[in-house]
Structure formats: structure tokens, C-alpha cells
């Protein structure tokens, strides 16, 4: 089955680490875009990261300004996996994130549709 499958997230305080993961199956994630979206309550989606697939020839990776600095974005290729690093956490990162997978980097410039989504992982960032 073709699918994105994520997993981390749950309840931190202010200041804590999170770090999500995302799973791929029935494809091969080195050859997609990757971004991860987060939609906060009330709030619309947003894309907060976003980096250029392994084999193609874009070299992109994006951070929107809330979390520059504090999120990174990573692979595994063996394990057919991108991980969502999340430090520092604030309140305001509160929101269900979602990893997407795209075949071409523009999709995420021209806002076009994603190939593939995972499910989405709540993260709570309270005191």
C-alpha cells in the first residue's frame, strides 16, 4: 500500500524537544520533495518545511521564520524515513503536522497538490 505513515508527537512543555517521523511504503521517498505542514486550531494548514528530493537536480530547502533555527528536517535513507526535529518549542507551535510527498520541488512554490500525506500527528505545547 502507497502511504505515508507518521509518528511522534504528543504533549511538551515550553522549551522541549519533539521530534516526528515519517514513513513511506509502497515508494521511495529519496525520489520526492518533502514538506511538512502543520494546521493550528482556527489557523489554515501552512507549510513550515520543505526540502528537494534526493535524486532530482533541485537542491531547495525551505524553513518558514517561525522555525528557523529551531526545526530541522531530515532523512533516512535506509529506512525510507524524514524526521521532523522540533527544539525550543513554543505554545504557538501547537497544531496536528503533517509530512507530504511531492514529486516536483514547484509544486510546493506554486501551491499545486501534494502526491502523497500522511495523517497528521497532534504536538501540545503547554505549561
Known amino acids: 500500500q502507497v502511504q505515508l505513515v507518521q509518528s511522534g508527537g504528543g504533549a511538551v512543555q515550553p522549551g522541549d524537544s519533539l521530534r516526528l517521523s515519517c514513513a513511506a511504503s509502497?515508494?521511495?521517498?529519496?525520489?520526492?520533495?518533502i514538506g511538512w505542514f502543520r494546521q493550528a486550531p482556527g489557523k489554515e494548514r501552512e507549510r513550515i518545511v520543505s526540502?528537494?528530493?534526493?535524486?532530482?537536480?533541485?537542491?531547495?530547502?525551505e524553513y518558514t521564520d517561525s522555525v528557523k533555527g529551531r526545526f530541522t528536517v531530515s532523512r533516512d535513507n535506509a529506512k525510507n524515513k524524514v524526521y521532523l526535529q522540533m527544539n525550543s518549542l513554543k505554545t504557538e507551535d501547537t497544531a496536528v503536522y503533517y509530512c507530504?510527498?511531492?514529486?516536483?520541488?514547484?509544486?510546493?512554490?506554486?501551491?499545486?497538490?501534494?502526491?502523497?500525506w500522511g495523517k497528521g500527528t497532534l504536538v501540545i505545547v503547554s505549561s
Open positions: 526540502i528537494s528530493s534526493v535524486t532530482g537536480r533541485d537542491r531547495m530547502a
Open positions: 509502497g515508494f521511495t521517498l529519496d525520489d520526492y520533495a
Open positions: 507530504a510527498a511531492v514529486k516536483s520541488y514547484f509544486n510546493f512554490i506554486i501551491g499545486a497538490e501534494m502526491d502523497y
